[in-house]
């Protein structure tokens, strides 16, 4: 009887740190495999568009934040190619067919808006 309530007390105790490790691991871009979000970005909306075309899948996705534009290039110049995406420009990665598009723009309210757009590879 005493080791099931220790048990039990053991959980409780634990319960509000096993939430926090959760709710700080790392996210990702919805619809777009392994790639990351920055943190510092939300996401504008939890479900990507997505388009089935005879050629691949077209894939867009917004996120939001704070972050200065610097930051989020750096980020995703050193994350990507460690996840199997070759840079093709400033803002383009290409992988497995598809190119994948990172656009940056500001709001007006010290936001910085982040577009990911995955296409086909042109070929």
Known sequence: MFIRLLFILLIAVSLPFINNDLSAAS??????????????????????MVFDTPGGRIVEVFAIGKVPLTRIRSFYRE??????????????????????????????????????SLIPLRK
């Open 79 to 116: 994350t990507l190619p460690q996840l199997g995406w070759q840079p093709k420009n400033k803002n383009a990665f290409e992988r497995d067919n598809e190119t994948l598009k990172i656009e940056l723009s500001e709001d007006g309210k010290g936001r910085r808006m982040v577009r990911f």
């Open 27 to 48: 996210k990702f871009v919805p619809g777009i495999n392994d790639l990351p979000l920055m943190p510092g970005l939300t996401l504008r909306s939890e479900i990507p």
